[in-house]
């Protein structure tokens, strides 16, 4: 069975819940869990590869090497995080091109300034809309495949106020996004008035963040709302920052990881959950392939 798109499965009824990850593991845990749709964060990539706070540091090849490698290892749909594109439409046509080549099937594009925040930290600033547009054009254009979306966010709420977020989404969409994102509304009735104030035939996608600006609902309840999309983006860093806070001391307090072996995979389980014995079986088997003598 053929699987289907993003894009068809954005005209489902069901809401798509996409999990955040940031290497190929807890893609593939992601992926053993059942989730079809998956999303590279660039703040989950900030967090774990440079260990540093999401204020525009990764770049582009960073990225793009984290995609490859992710979809080297599983064959989901892969929602990427492109900040504000890299730079100015020129930039952003060559960032669509480079992530669709190693595995996009969405690139998301924010209208902030460089260097960008979180969208749930506070003293963002934006570009021009006019400017955003543009840059959602370039991003349209540069696609290869009509299968690749383009996500366009605005981080207008917290800076502009939500009508004028409204109104920007309205001119990206009409700039030919595919989908949708206004960060960081702070009520569920600013996530209600979303939906009322973009109207039906564009997915609308949310983003549920611990701790953020944003209140956690359910996917169901987002669903109810109106919104096609959910996001976990860096949930996956802070469930594991805290377990390996807590791994960490324990092992100093005790010398010892006995104490925690019940909140870990031993080796043999880890070894099952990432196909090592499969592997050693077809590298074997490759081995003797060939004519016998």
Do not use: W
């Not at 930290?121 to 370039?138: F, S, V, W």
């Not at 960081?184 to 109207?199: D, H, N, Q, S, T």
């Amino acid at each position: 069975m053929t699987k289907m798109t993003l894009r068809t499965q954005l005209s489902q009824p069901q809401i798509i819940v996409a999990p955040g990850i940031y290497d190929p593991l807890t893609a593939l845990i992601a992926t053993q869990a059942g989730f079809e749709s998956l999303y590279i964060s660039g703040a989950a990539i900030a967090y774990s590869r440079l260990g540093r706070p999401d204020i525009g540091l990764v770049s582009i090849s960073e990225v793009i090497e984290t995609v490859s490698l992710i979809r080297d290892r599983v064959d989901a749909n892969l929602i990427v995080d492109a900040d504000t594109g890299y730079g100015n439409a020129l930039n952003v046509e060559r960032t669509v091109r480079l992530l669709e080549r190693a595995g996009a099937r969405a690139i998301q594009i924010e209208d902030q300034t460089f260097p960008k925040r979180c969208g749930h930290l506070d003293d963002k600033t934006l570009i021009a809309a006019p400017e955003m547009a543009g840059k959602i054009k370039a991003a349209v254009d540069s696609r290869q495949s009509q299968e690749t979306l383009i996500i366009a966010r605005t981080d207008a709420v917290a800076v502009e106020g939500l009508d004028a977020a409204i109104e920007r989404a309205l001119l990206y969409r009409d700039a030919g996004a595919d989908v949708l994102f206004v960060e960081a509304p702070k009520a569920r009735e600013e996530l209600a008035k979303i939906v009322a104030g973009i109207g039906g035939g564009i997915p609308l996608m949310a983003n549920m963040v611990e701790g953020g600006k944003t209140p956690m609902l359910t996917a169901a309840e987002l669903q109810d709302i109106g919104f096609s999309l959910v996001i976990f983006p860096g949930g996956i860093v802070r469930a594991l920052a805290k377990v390996a806070q807590d791994y960490y001391g324990s092992l100093a307090a005790n010398g010892s990881n006995t104490p925690f072996r019940d909140r870990m995979f031993d080796f043999d389980a880890l070894n099952e959950l990432i196909g090592t014995p499969e592997m050693i079986a077809r590298g074997k088997g490759l081995e003797t392939f060939g004519p016998k003598s």
